[in-house]
């Protein structure tokens, strides 16, 4: 039994994929020696060789031929009756090379033999692994959710190597059960007591990156190219692309015709609403288009920071839905965007209430909205009794708004 499952490892070591003949007999005379040297004190007279007819892997020992009597190590010497049984036509102090089978072992023997390969093979599959995805970091894999954890799920690719996708990786709105497809990228590969851990992302901007690849053969071919990307996701990106042949419309290739090439993208990240603009490097003109679909008046750049002025209907749409589209246009540009209105003629200074999203709670903003307190001046327009009825808020909570909002203008 133990001579079977020798063979079995061994054949399986053969089978191994990405080792080449030359490893695996370094692998096999390491092993097999270091069992030798403690059975003989001496495995340099054995050696590997592949059987020329068969492709097998075989151990072979050579012994020095000695008169009949005169046998003082039987490991590296044989005598000339034995020999001659081999050959009939050898002589004294000629060498006999003879095949080394499994069965010259004992079975404590094979026992560490198997172990040691099994070892080697895990070792050798863990490194493999760990090779091959440490070359793919940032590209896209697909594969089939084996279990549904508390905090990550276990994936399975087409190899069956598993990998993990940890909860803070997944889009807010992804769900998923054991049997379903999967789609995500490398997002890291971590080595613990030599054995590889994989980990996956669907919030990475790679990910987006290779999914628009996969959508737009143009990014695929290299004539478009994807400069930058920020995301918030599962609600929404901006992805600044560039081509280097004028013929080609970046933005209109990405998109496609009535957005068929961005529908399945945006489908995959479960309805990330995504912005394609066209790459600058002309700050002005790419903080501009970044905080599409806002027109802007004017940009003044001081250092990484921009100001940007707008006339006070475009604030909205500069800040965005809870302040995403400011924050993105930020993050592809580089600059710490501020929005300011554009003052009219003889008109005082006032802040959109939007811009106090940071101190104040979007609930009670969009509570000032309704009652038509979309500025600071009209929040303080009010007393804090009549406010606090309008609004339906508590007069401590509005004292501490005015408080937040006195202390601006100051």
């Given at each position: 039994m133990a001579t079977i499952s020798l063979l079995e490892a061994f054949n399986e070591f053969q089978d191994i994929k990405g080792i080449d003949k030359e490893t695996l007999m370094e692998l096999l005379d390491e092993i097999f020696k270091g069992i030798l040297e403690k059975k003989y004190g001496d495995a340099s007279n054995f050696y590997f060789a592949v059987n020329p007819e068969t492709g097998d892997i075989e151990l072979w020992r050579n012994r020095v031929i000695v008169p009949d009597g005169k046998l003082e190590d039987f490991n590296t010497q044989i005598e000339l009756k034995d020999a001659l049984r081999i050959e009939p036509d050898f002589m004294i102090g000629e060498e006999v090379t003879e095949p080394y089978g499994i069965?010259?072992?004992?079975?404590?023997?094979?026992?560490?033999?198997?172990?040691?390969?099994?070892?080697?093979?895990?070792?050798?599959?863990?490194?493999?692994?760990?090779?091959?995805?440490?070359?793919?970091?940032?590209?896209?894999?697909?594969?089939?959710?084996?279990?549904?954890?508390k905090n990550e799920i276990i994936v399975v690719d087409e190899d069956g190597i598993e990998l993990i996708l940890t909860k803070?990786?997944?889009?807010?709105?992804?769900?998923?059960?054991?049997?379903?497809?999967?789609?995500?990228?490398?997002?890291?590969?971590?080595?613990?007591?030599?054995?590889p851990y994989i980990y996956l992302s669907r919030t990475s901007t790679d990910f987006l990156a290779r999914l628009m690849e996969q959508e737009?053969?143009?990014?695929?071919?290299?004539?478009?190219?994807?400069?930058?990307?920020?995301?918030?996701?599962?609600?929404?990106?901006?992805?600044?692309?560039?081509?280097?042949?004028?013929?080609?419309?970046?933005?209109?290739?990405?998109?496609?015709?009535?957005?068929?090439?961005?529908?399945?993208?945006?489908?995959?990240?479960?309805?990330?609403?995504?912005?394609?603009?066209?790459?600058?490097?002309?700050?002005?003109l790419f903080i501009q288009r970044a905080l599409a679909p806002a027109k802007l008046t004017d940009i003044q750049l001081e250092d990484n920071k921009a100001i940007v002025i707008v006339k006070p209907d475009q604030i909205s749409f500069a800040i965005g839905k809870n302040g995403q589209n400011i924050e993105l246009a930020s993050r592809i540009t580089g600059y710490d965007i501020e929005v300011y209105r554009e003052l009219e003629e003889g008109e005082e200074e006032d802040i959109d209430i939007q811009e106090f999203s940071d101190v104040i709670d979007q609930w009670i903003i969009n509570q000032l909205k309704t009652i038509g307190c979309d500025t600071a001046k009209k929040v303080l327009s009010y007393s804090v009794k009549d406010l606090a009825d309008l609004a339906d808020l508590e007069e401590e909570t509005v004292e501490e708004i005015q408080k937040v909002i006195r202390a601006e203008f100051e």
């Open positions: 069965e010259n072992f004992s079975r404590r023997e094979i026992q560490t033999i198997l172990q040691m390969i099994k070892a080697r093979i895990t070792e050798f599959e863990n490194q493999v692994t760990f090779d091959k995805y440490n070359d793919q970091i940032g590209e896209l894999v697909v594969g089939e959710v084996h279990q549904v954890l803070d990786q997944m889009i807010p709105r992804d769900h998923y059960k054991k049997g379903d497809t999967i789609r995500a990228s490398i997002y890291k590969i971590e080595n613990r007591a030599g054995s737009v053969p143009e990014i695929a071919d290299g004539l478009i190219t994807i400069r930058k990307i920020a995301r918030i996701p599962g609600v929404r990106a901006k992805v600044a692309v560039e081509s280097y042949d004028d013929r080609i419309d970046p933005v209109g290739a990405c998109v496609g015709v009535k957005g068929s090439r961005i529908f399945p993208v945006i489908q995959e990240l479960r309805n990330e609403n995504i912005d394609v603009i066209n790459f600058s490097n002309n700050p002005k």
